[in-house]
């Protein structure tokens, strides 16, 4: 008989509700706008230009939905890998690739995910999913995972980090909260390439969105640094 650890127990769980709540927002259509929400268009338009100017080999995209902004920038890489925890979400997702040979959506929960092996990965996009992530598991999990990610992004490759962050009832996008992750992957050893704050206006509510673009430098911050 193999007995499970109270930690893998409530790893179990966290996955359990992650695919059970989003499969059942996506069940009910586009919940949250994504392709249709004048706002969502002018963060992705601030999203592409933020990463717009290179080649990117191989990219990993996390928490992709339905692929808006997947089939956006698979022009700019080789090989795209886009993941998300809801089945629905990503067979709509295959549905409207069309002829984007270079992208494989995977139904998969991004905790769960062998980032590192494999790995390496020359743009890593974490887009509106980390504080999800954060409300789903402990800081440690979600502190491991971005350490995970700078081992699986090449020397020299990217991670674009964006939240939207607004004092409205929902906690998990309080601004401290939003700082204190994108603060997390700087404290891991990605150098802030760039930030930028995108506002915009989406259904009478006022939003920033938090834009980093880091850089994973050829010698990564040691654990004594």
Not at 63 to 75: D, I, K, N, Q
Not at 102 to 115: G, H, K, S
Not at 165 to 173: F, R
């Amino acid at each position: 008989m193999t007995w499970s650890t109270p930690i893998e127990d409530k790893r179990m769980a966290a996955d359990t509700k992650a695919r059970t709540f989003f499969e059942e927002l996506w069940g009910d259509g586009d919940y949250w706008s994504l392709e249709s929400s004048d706002h969502e268009r002018g963060r992705y338009a601030a999203l592409l230009s933020t990463i717009d100017g290179r080649r990117y080999p191989r990219a990993l995209e996390l928490g992709c939905g339905a692929g808006e902004f997947t089939r956006l920038v698979a022009p700019l890489a080789d090989e795209l890998v886009a993941l998300d925890v809801a089945p629905t979400a990503i067979k709509r997702a295959r549905e409207q690739a069309g002829d984007l040979t270079c992208v494989r959506f995977l139904q998969e929960n991004v905790m769960e995910y062998d980032a590192r092996g494999n790995g390496p990965w020359d743009l890593v996009i974490v887009s509106e999913t980390i504080y999800y992530l954060g409300w789903l598991y402990s800081f440690f999990d979600v502190a491991w995972l971005a350490s995970e990610l700078l081992a699986a992004t090449r020397p020299g490759g990217r991670l674009l980090l964006a939240d939207t962050q607004a004092v409205i009832e929902d906690t998990l996008v309080r601004p401290w909260i939003i700082r204190t992750y994108h603060d997390l992957f700087s404290n891991v050893g990605f150098e802030v390439e760039g930030e930028r704050l995108h506002r915009g206006i989406k259904d009478g509510v006022e939003l920033d969105v938090l834009i980093s673009l880091y850089r994973h430098a050829a010698e990564a911050r040691s654990d004594a640094a």
